[in-house]
């Protein structure tokens, strides 16, 4: 399977769950979806085609939350990044992605620390950054943060 057929199978396999698809250039895709089908989506990538989890990233938007999860074909030098988002920016919930590879597992349990996502289904959400002292309703990556230390 080369690039094309990669995308071309993407796109098929997703068809109307995709919001929105956009190629950046022959290395960077961006495909916008729902949060209800990021569970399909990122087994279908993973699972079907093969494709290698490389990191999840989140941003505290003035409008919601958003996160990417951000997936590699090694082959090609190209990552496609499923976009989620939600409208919410405090107590969001997504499905947890560590079901389908515990790879993810770090970088949720990161997110949930630094941003308040609550991911459905993760096995450990302990701390992983912040001092296990650390206020529960205090996330130093949203904007509405506040450093005392200051």
């Given amino acids: 399977m080369d690039r094309k057929e990669i995308l071309e199978n993407i796109q098929g396999v997703l068809g109307n769950k995709i919001k929105k698809f956009y190629e950046k250039s022959e290395k960077r895709v961006y495909i916008d979806i729902e949060p209800k089908d990021l569970i399909e989506t990122v087994t279908f990538i993973f699972k079907k085609?093969?494709?290698?989890?490389?990191?999840?990233?989140?941003?505290?938007?003035?409008?919601?939350?958003?996160?990417?999860?951000?997936?590699?074909?090694?082959?090609?030098?190209m990552i496609v990044s499923f976009r989620v988002f939600m409208k919410e920016r405090i107590g969001v919930k997504v499905d947890s992605i560590t079901?389908?590879?515990?790879?993810?597992?770090?970088?949720e349990r990161e997110m949930h620390e630094l941003f308040g996502i609550d991911f459905i289904g993760h096995p450990n959400l302990k701390r992983l950054l912040l001092p296990d002292d650390w206020p529960s309703d205090k996330h130093p990556l949203r904007k509405d943060y506040k450093n005392e230390f200051r």
């Fill in 99 to 107: 079901p389908i590879f515990i790879g993810a597992e770090w970088i």
């Fill in 49 to 77: 085609l093969g494709a290698r989890f490389s990191i999840a990233s989140a941003i505290d938007r003035p409008d919601g939350t958003e996160i990417m999860y951000h997936f590699s074909f090694d082959q090609y030098g």
